[in-house]
Each structure stands twice: as structure tokens, then as C-alpha cells.
């Protein structure tokens, strides 16, 4: 990782305050946002797109993993593009899905170590872990590029 500043770090949550940090993430999305979201299986990743979908839309969304469909688009203000590298086995296949075409689009990108070389260089990472109680997760924020260090200390102030 690497920042001039610290990296937000968020021990022992529960899911009502992941459910805060969604809702507070998405506050501070902007036209063209990269979250790069990693973390195992079943730590949290699509739970946390589901709270971030459903704070900037109308009517309740039921967010599920893209994990056969590679790409799910919401209809959001502003669009969210919910993706799932899991299955894909080479960057280049990721150069396929034309993932970040829309520059007025937010991009929400599981399994995020997948794109490798594709990596953005300004985005915000998600690292989400199980706790040492498996009913918790801890998660790390970190911004890269102005936009993003900015995103993060105002993610940081609110919670």
C-alpha cells in the first residue's frame, strides 16, 4: 500500500456499522470513482456494494454478487457497475469487459487483486478481513490520488 497518510483502519465490526460506512462511503462518490474491494470469500465485499447501492438509490435494490454475470449495473444517481473478477483467470480477460468505459459511472470492483497491471492509479481500496471473532470484520480504506486521500479522510471524520 503506501500513503503519505495513514490508512483508515477499522476493527471488530459488526454489520449494522459496516451498514454506516456504506452509507458514509457513498456520500463522497464522485462521477467516475474506482472502490477496489478485496478481501476471501464470504468476508463482506457484496454485503458492503449492497449498503453503498442502496444509499444512493430511490427504491430498495437487491445487490447480489455479478460473480457469473461479471458485471451488474444499478440504476443509481450516479450508475453504479458492481464487478466480479473471481472467475476471470488472466488481466487480459478483463480488458474484454471494456470494465471502465463510462466516465460518469462509479466502479465497484470485487476481487480487485485480479486486475493486476489494469490496477487504476487513483482508487480507493476496501480491505476487508474476518476478525479474530467470525461474527466481525476488520477493514482498511485507502486513497490513492488527491480525490481519493481526500475521499478517505472524509470517510475517516464521519465515522
Known amino acids: 500500500m503506501g500513503s503519505e497518510q495513514p490508512i483508515i483502519s477499522y476493527n471488530k465490526l459488526n454489520l449494522k456499522q459496516i451498514q454506516k460506512l456504506g452509507e458514509t462511503i457513498s456520500k463522497y462518490l464522485f462521477p467516475g470513482a474506482k472502490l477496489l474491494l478485496f478481501g476471501n470469500l464470504g468476508t463482506g465485499k457484496t454485503t458492503l456494494t449492497s449498503y453503498i447501492v442502496n444509499s444512493l438509490s430511490k427504491s430498495p435494490i437487491n445487490v447480489t454478487s455479478p460473480t457469473f454475470s ?16 473471481y472467475r476471470l483467470n488472466d488481466p487480459q480477460e478483463i480488458e474484454y469487459l471494456d470494465v471502465f468505459l463510462d466516465p460518469e459511472g462509479v ?28 461474527k466481525y470484520r476488520d477493514v482498511k480504506i485507502e486513497g490513492f490520488g488527491e480525490k481519493y486521500k481526500e475521499m478517505e479522510a472524509n470517510i475517516e471524520k464521519e465515522q
Open 70 to 85: 461479471l458485471v451488474k449495473v444499478y440504476d443509481t444517481n450516479p450508475t453504479i457497475y458492481h464487478v466480479d473478477l
Open 107 to 134: 466502479y465497484i470492483i470485487e476481487w480487485a487483486n485480479f486486475l493486476d497491471y489494469l490496477t487504476p492509479e487513483e482508487r480507493l481500496e476496501i480491505h476487508i478481513a474476518y476478525n479474530e471473532d467470525i
